[in-house]
């Protein structure tokens, strides 16, 4: 099926572990985001890439660093993790500019950091 | 910036009742709004849109409409079922190049039989 593959679906990490969260899409979208999800706090963007090669910073980037591997691929590295990071991440896609069509989510990450 | 205000949950309501969840919004310009559904253990889901002023998004019974007037942007379905029961996400569409999604905080709506 057509859609936002991300890996793995859970994980428990020891503060001070890094680790890289992966995010495929098969629709030839542009763009791509990595967003995190708290309770009572919705979605809140981490990073995003408007295009193959460009990323920029969302909201709340600290602790995280990303890479658009090419168009297809945006992966999100914890490089030394910490209990503020314990959270479910989801990676999303669209056509891009104009996003008249929405975003298609992945169906997440839940991260532990211990 | 931009933001989005939602009522906040828990709502609960007994099967074929009426289901009005608020949707307010700040945006420069003019956003294009979304409303997306997250059932349990899964991602967001587009469930509706509209990208410009009075536009009705509908779909599976719910609608909503992009009020300019009143920066709202109001989810309704007329008589909600227990297969409803989700997280309801209000969102809009920036003026930014990337056209990034700025969400509200997620109304969960459980549906009794």
């Known amino acids: 099926n057509a859609g936002v593959t991300q890996t793995p679906k859970f994980q428990v990490l020891k503060t001070g572990q890094s680790m890289t969260l992966q995010c495929a899409q098969d629709?030839?979208?542009?763009?791509m985001y990595w967003y995190r999800q708290d309770p009572g706090m919705g979605l809140r963007l981490i990073y995003y890439?408007?295009?193959?090669?460009?990323?920029d910073k969302g909201e709340v980037p600290n602790g995280y660093n990303v890479s658009r591997l090419n168009k297809r691929e945006f992966s999100l590295r914890l490089e030394s993790a910490a209990p503020s990071q314990t959270s479910v991440y989801f990676c999303?896609?669209?056509?891009?500019?104009?996003?008249?069509?929405?975003?298609?989510f992945g169906s997440g990450t839940r991260l532990t950091v211990v | 910036g931009d933001s989005v205000t939602q009522m906040e949950g828990p709502v609960t309501l007994s099967e074929e009742a009426f289901l009005t969840i608020n949707c307010t919004y700040t945006?420069?310009?003019?956003?294009?709004l979304f409303w997306y559904v997250q059932y349990p253990g899964e991602g967001l889901q587009l469930l509706l849109k509209?990208?410009?002023?009075?536009d009705k998004g509908s779909n599976k019974g719910f609608e909503a409409t992009y009020r300019k007037e009143t920066t709202s942007f109001h989810l309704e379905k007329g008589s909600v079922q227990v297969s409803d029961s989700a997280v309801y996400f209000c969102?809009?569409?920036?003026?930014?190049?990337?056209?990034?999604?700025?969400f509200g905080s997620g109304t969960q709506l459980t549906v009794l039989p």
């Open positions: 999303a896609s669209s056509e891009g500019r104009g996003n008249l069509h929405g975003y298609t």
């Open positions: 629709m030839n979208h542009n763009s």
């Open positions: 890439s408007a295009s193959e090669g460009t990323t």
């Open positions: 945006a420069t310009g003019y956003p294009s």
């Open positions: 509209a990208t410009k002023a009075d």
């Open positions: 969102a809009l569409s920036s003026s930014g190049s990337a056209r990034q999604l700025t």
